[in-house]
């Protein structure tokens, strides 16, 4: 993100930045310990990510949705352009809380996607102008900066930040469904028992509050280059 307004000196403006920046090393932080945490606890019935992913999916009559091992620690996802759950391979392959809650998360997303979940259709839909608008902003915001007289241009850098802010206010009831669906999901197939629910709970909102703390930050950034944008008028 852009942090400095100009080259010139320290842009007041930053101060707006500081209290979602202190969210998102929180919530980095929390999810980070909590997964880290859960990774260590076995469940008592010992199903690995895959298992459960698997049996939930055909329980819901998606057997045709495959389930692949992708690269990297919690790069966890649910593609709905190829319809297939793509689970890190510590999620995959472990039976840890941590393990099975993030895989029934994920299937969470594609129960959303196979009933039409509202949020979720939206999503898919400011996606591509979220995606457009997050990469493309910052240089019409740049070069209206730096050329005075190429101000509009930066009300359009504007515009398309706040699409792909609006793309992370959408995200956050998708996330917090798909999370309540994957917790129902596990209690009710016995996948977790007692105590587990709690760290299977733990796991969860650790990582829903990094969206939380994704939307705080956007939020802010377009508070503070509405602020710069004003200034220059």
């Known amino acids: 993100m852009f942090y400095s307004y100009g080259f010139w000196g320290f842009d007041p403006t930053v101060i707006i930045l500081i209290p979602a920046i202190i969210l998102t090393l929180y919530a980095q932080g929390r999810v980070k310990s909590n997964f880290t ?3 260590r606890v076995p469940t008592r019935k010992g199903y690995s990510g895959v298992q459960v992913a698997r049996v939930l999916l055909d329980q819901h009559g998606l057997q045709d949705i495959p389930i692949e091992v992708t690269r990297g620690q919690l790069s966890d996802h649910y593609d709905p352009t190829k319809r297939v759950v793509r689970l890190s391979g510590e999620v995959y ?44 902003a910052w240089g019409f915001i740049m070069v209206g900066l730096l050329i005075p007289s190429l101000g509009g241009l930066m009300d359009i850098g504007i515009l398309l ?12 009831p998708v996330e917090f469904n798909a999370s309540s669906r994957a917790l129902r999901l596990l209690n009710a197939n016995g996948f977790i028992v007692g105590e587990e629910a709690t760290g299977a709970q733990n796991v969860l909102r650790a990582a829903a509050l990094t969206y939380v703390a ?18 220059r008028r």
């Open 93 to 136: 392959q472990g039976n840890s809380i941590a393990s099975i809650s993030v895989a029934a998360h994920e299937v969470g997303h594609a129960i959303q996607h196979a009933n039409g979940y509202a949020p979720l259709s939206l999503r898919n839909m400011v996606f591509p102008i979220a995606r457009f608008g997050s990469s493309a």
């Open 214 to 231: 994704a939307m705080a930050s956007g939020i802010a950034q377009l508070m503070r280059l509405i602020l710069i944008r004003n200034r």
């Open 161 to 172: 930040f706040g699409a792909a802010v609006a793309f992370q206010l959408i995200t956050l």
């Open 37 to 39: 945490k859960y990774s």
